[in-house]
C-alpha cells in the first residue's frame, strides 16, 4: 500500500523522501463493518478517506428516498470534501457498502502539511482542480444527459460498479426508479446484441 | 502599467484570504492587465483555448453554451468574482462557452503565464490558487447535489434568495435557462415562490 500512494502522489508532484514520509506518517487505519456508517447527517467531515479494501457509498436523504452521489472503491479517495474544506456540517451521508480498511487524513494535518511546504500547497491546489473537473462534468451530465446516456456512460467508465452493487443502488446513482433501470438495460443489451 | 484604483477592489478580496508581503504583492500587480468590455461584447467564445482569469471590478457577464443546439445559461458572475472556464484553463482544452457582457464591464485580467509563474516562485500565490480554486470546487458540487437532490422550485427559490440583484437585472429567459426549465414553467414557479 504504502508503494500505491506513495507512486500516486509522485505522479501529481515532485515529492521528497522526506515529505513522502511525513504525508504517510498522518495516515491513520480504519475498519468498518458493512453498513456502518463513516459520515451522519449533519456532521463535520473531518477526515478524508482512501479506501485500502471495500467500498463505499456517498448520498443524501430526501422526501423521496436516498439520492447516491457517488461511490468509492480500493485506491480512490472520498469524503464530503465541501463540508472537509469548510469545516462545515454535512447534509450527507457515507456508507460502508461492505467491510473495509481504509485510511483516513485528517483536517488538521491536512493544514500542518500545507505549512510544511510548497509542494504540498501544489498538490492541495491540483486534488482540488481535479474533484473540480470531476465534478462539474457530472453536473452538466446530470442536466444534459437522459438516464440511458448516463447509464451508459456508466457502464464504459466504471464497468466493475455493475458486479459490486445492486441494482436499486445504481439506479439511485442514475437518478432513476430501479423498474426505470431495468427497462434501459433490456434496451442496451438489445442494441448490443444487434 | 496599472491605476492603482483598478487594484483596490481585487487587494481587500485577495487579502480576505491571504496577506502577501510587498514584493509579493508587487510580483502579482506586476501580472496584471485593466480591460473594459462594451455590453454585449464577448470575452470568450467556443472553441478559444481560455489562458486567463478574469476579476470583475463593475458589471455583469454571463456564461453560456450550446447544449443540444440550444443556447443555455451556465451562469451569472458579478462585481468582485473571478471568472473564466476553468475546465478550459486547467486542461488548456478548447472552450464550450461563451462569456458576454450583460452591460459595461471593467475587468482585470491575470494571464495562465503569468499565474504560473507566480504559483512557482511564491508559497503564498500557490496558497492562494489553492483557496480560489476550493471555493470552486464548492461552488460546482453545492449546485450539484442541488440537482440531484431538489426541485426547480426550491433551485429558483436559492437561486433568487442568493442572487436578488440578478433576478432584477438580467432577463426572465435567461434565468429560465440557467434552471433547465421552459420560460412559461419559471413564470408558473415565480408566481408560487
Same mark, same amino acid.
Given at each position: 500500500?504504502?508503494?500505491?500512494?506513495?507512486?500516486?502522489?509522485?505522479?501529481?508532484?515532485?515529492?521528497?523522501?522526506?515529505?513522502?514520509?511525513?504525508?504517510?506518517?498522518?495516515?491513520?487505519?480504519?475498519?468498518?463493518?458493512?453498513?456502518?456508517?463513516?459520515?451522519?447527517?449533519?456532521?463535520?467531515?473531518?477526515?478524508?478517506?482512501?479506501?485500502?479494501?471495500?467500498?463505499?457509498?456517498?448520498?443524501?436523504?430526501?422526501?423521496?428516498?436516498?439520492?447516491?452521489?457517488?461511490?468509492?472503491?480500493?485506491?480512490?479517495?472520498?469524503?464530503?470534501?465541501?463540508?472537509?474544506?469548510?469545516?462545515?456540517?454535512?447534509?450527507?451521508?457515507?456508507?460502508?457498502?461492505?467491510?473495509?480498511?481504509?485510511?483516513?487524513?485528517?483536517?488538521?494535518?491536512?493544514?500542518?502539511?500545507?505549512?510544511?511546504?510548497?509542494?504540498?500547497?501544489?498538490?492541495?491546489?491540483?486534488?482540488?482542480?481535479?474533484?473540480?473537473?470531476?465534478?462539474?462534468?457530472?453536473?452538466?451530465?446530470?442536466?444534459?444527459?437522459?438516464?440511458?446516456?448516463?447509464?451508459?456512460?456508466?457502464?464504459?467508465?466504471?464497468?466493475?460498479?455493475?458486479?459490486?452493487?445492486?441494482?436499486?443502488?445504481?439506479?439511485?446513482?442514475?437518478?432513476?426508479?430501479?423498474?426505470?433501470?431495468?427497462?434501459?438495460?433490456?434496451?442496451?443489451?438489445?442494441?448490443?446484441?444487434? | 502599467?496599472?491605476?492603482?484604483?483598478?487594484?483596490?477592489?481585487?487587494?481587500? +478580496? %485577495?487579502? *480576505?484570504?491571504?496577506?502577501?508581503?510587498?514584493? =509579493?504583492?508587487?510580483?502579482?500587480? #506586476?501580472?496584471?492587465?485593466? /480591460?473594459?468590455?462594451?455590453?454585449?461584447?464577448?470575452?470568450?467564445?467556443?472553441?478559444?483555448?481560455?489562458?486567463?482569469?478574469?476579476?470583475?471590478?463593475?458589471?455583469?457577464?454571463?456564461?453560456?453554451?450550446?447544449?443540444?443546439?440550444?443556447?443555455?445559461?451556465?451562469?451569472?458572475?458579478?462585481?468582485?468574482?473571478?471568472?473564466?472556464?476553468?475546465?478550459? +484553463? %486547467?486542461? *488548456?482544452?478548447?472552450?464550450?462557452?461563451?462569456? =458576454?457582457?450583460?452591460?459595461?464591464? #471593467?475587468?482585470?485580467?491575470? /494571464?495562465?503565464?503569468?499565474?504560473?509563474?507566480?504559483?512557482?516562485?511564491?508559497?503564498?500565490?500557490?496558497?492562494?490558487?489553492?483557496?480560489?480554486?476550493?471555493?470552486?470546487?464548492?461552488?460546482?458540487?453545492?449546485?450539484?447535489?442541488?440537482?440531484?437532490?431538489?426541485?426547480?422550485?426550491?433551485?429558483?427559490?436559492?437561486?433568487?434568495?442568493?442572487?436578488?440583484? %440578478?433576478? *432584477?437585472?438580467?432577463?426572465?429567459?435567461?434565468?429560465?435557462?440557467?434552471?433547465?426549465?421552459?420560460?412559461?414553467?419559471?413564470?408558473?414557479?415565480?408566481?408560487?415562490?
Amino acid at each position: 500500500m504504502y508503494e500505491v500512494i506513495t507512486r500516486s502522489l509522485r505522479q501529481l508532484v515532485d515529492f521528497t523522501d522526506e515529505e513522502l514520509f511525513l504525508f504517510m506518517q498522518k495516515l491513520k487505519p480504519l475498519k468498518l463493518k458493512k453498513h456502518e456508517l463513516y459520515l451522519k447527517e449533519g456532521q463535520v467531515c473531518k477526515k478524508m478517506v482512501l479506501v485500502h479494501k471495500g467500498g463505499l457509498r456517498y448520498f443524501s436523504r430526501g422526501a423521496k428516498g436516498d439520492h447516491t452521489i457517488g461511490f468509492a472503491f480500493e485506491g480512490e479517495w472520498l469524503g464530503d470534501y465541501e463540508s472537509f474544506l469548510l469545516q462545515t456540517p454535512s447534509g450527507c451521508i457515507i456508507e460502508a457498502l461492505e467491510d473495509c480498511e481504509l485510511y483516513t487524513l485528517s483536517y488538521l494535518d491536512m493544514q500542518a502539511l500545507y505549512q510544511h511546504s510548497q509542494r504540498f500547497e501544489r498538490f492541495g491546489r491540483i486534488m482540488a482542480e481535479q474533484l473540480f473537473l470531476a465534478t462539474a462534468k457530472s453536473k452538466s451530465n446530470l442536466m444534459l444527459q437522459t438516464a440511458k446516456e448516463r447509464y451508459i456512460a456508466l457502464l464504459t467508465s466504471q464497468p466493475q460498479i455493475f458486479e459490486r452493487l445492486p441494482q436499486h443502488l445504481i439506479a439511485s446513482y442514475l437518478g432513476i426508479q430501479p423498474q426505470s433501470l431495468s427497462r434501459i438495460r433490456a434496451d442496451v443489451a438489445k442494441i448490443r446484441l444487434t | 502599467m496599472n491605476d492603482p484604483q483598478h487594484l483596490e477592489n481585487i487587494e481587500g +478580496f %485577495i487579502k *480576505q484570504i491571504v496577506q502577501p508581503n510587498a514584493e =509579493e504583492w508587487a510580483a502579482f500587480a #506586476d501580472i496584471v492587465k485593466a /480591460k473594459r468590455l462594451k455590453k454585449k461584447e464577448l470575452l470568450l467564445e467556443e472553441g478559444q483555448t481560455c489562458n486567463f482569469i478574469a476579476f470583475i471590478n463593475s458589471g455583469v457577464i454571463r456564461e453560456y453554451s450550446f447544449q443540444n443546439g440550444k443556447e443555455t445559461t451556465v451562469d451569472f458572475v458579478s462585481e468582485n468574482q473571478f471568472i473564466t472556464d476553468y475546465q478550459s +484553463f %486547467i486542461m *488548456q482544452t478548447p472552450t464550450m462557452q461563451y462569456l =458576454e457582457a450583460l452591460t459595461d464591464v #471593467d475587468l482585470l485580467i491575470l /494571464k495562465k503565464d503569468g499565474i504560473n509563474s507566480l504559483f512557482d516562485r511564491y508559497k503564498v500565490w500557490e496558497r492562494f490558487g489553492r483557496l480560489i480554486i476550493e471555493r470552486v470546487f464548492c461552488g460546482v458540487e453545492a449546485k450539484r447535489k442541488k440537482i440531484i437532490a431538489t426541485t426547480h422550485e426550491e433551485q429558483y427559490r436559492d437561486f433568487a434568495a442568493a442572487y436578488p440583484q %440578478i433576478v *432584477q437585472q438580467v432577463p426572465q429567459y435567461y434565468i429560465a435557462s440557467y434552471l433547465g426549465v421552459t420560460p412559461e414553467h419559471l413564470s408558473r414557479i415565480r408566481k408560487k415562490t
